[in-house]
């Protein structure tokens, strides 16, 4: 008995050591992608998030802010829109940590990331908003397309199946903003 309890004793990790240990790499996750895949995929997806994050609160600014006759159209297409975008942030951050990276952790670090400007105008003009929404919805999908190259590259093509979704989602927003704003050209008036 003694003799087993020596030997159990040596083999045991001080408990110091191993607090350190877990204290550097808390958050690691197992995954087979090397430390580069994870590096480029997580940093391309956490600008991603900070993008969606700002122009899901940009698209619900506006669609407090409609006014004109079209209120009502705009005011639900926008709700729509928004809620689609807000639909992504939890699978992005969570995909983000299923490989191992860390992810945003607030309204701050949204902002320090964020590519999409903010419009903290008084008053924007209903034609305006929709506007700017198309224009940054296009700009969204260009960049999830990029992040689907860096995903290419590092062979992470679950990240890269989801941006697939993602992409035809902005190019559908795009779309309807397009359409939306249109100035009745096509009924010769
Ligand atoms: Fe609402």
């Not at 008053?123 to 700009?139: C, G, K, S, T, W």
């Amino acid at each position: 008995m003694a003799k087993d309890h020596t030997t159990m004793k040596k083999t045991q990790t001080n408990p110091k050591v191993s607090l350190l240990r877990k204290q550097r790499a808390p958050l690691n996750t197992t995954t087979d992608l090397d430390a580069k895949a994870v590096r480029d995929v997580s940093g391309a997806m956490n600008a991603i998030l900070a993008d969606v994050f700002a122009l899901h609160l940009k698209t619900k600014n506006f669609h407090w802010h409609m006014s004109g006759p079209h209120f009502r159209d705009y005011h639900l297409l926008l709700d729509e829109q928004a809620g689609q975008l807000f639909a992504m942030t939890d699978p992005i951050a969570e995909r983000i940590r299923k490989i191992g990276g860390t992810t945003l952790r607030s309204i701050g670090h949204i902002a320090r990331l964020q590519r999409i400007d903010d419009n903290d105008a008084e008053y924007v003009e209903p034609e305006d908003m929709l506007a700017e929404l198309r224009e940054d919805n296009r700009m969204l999908a260009a960049r999830l397309r990029e992040a689907h190259g860096v995903c290419d590259d590092r062979h992470d093509i679950a990240t890269a199946s989801l941006i697939e979704e993602w992409v035809d989602e902005a190019e559908q927003r795009t779309w309807f903003l397009f359409e939306a704003s249109r100035r009745g050209d096509s009924t010769g008036h």
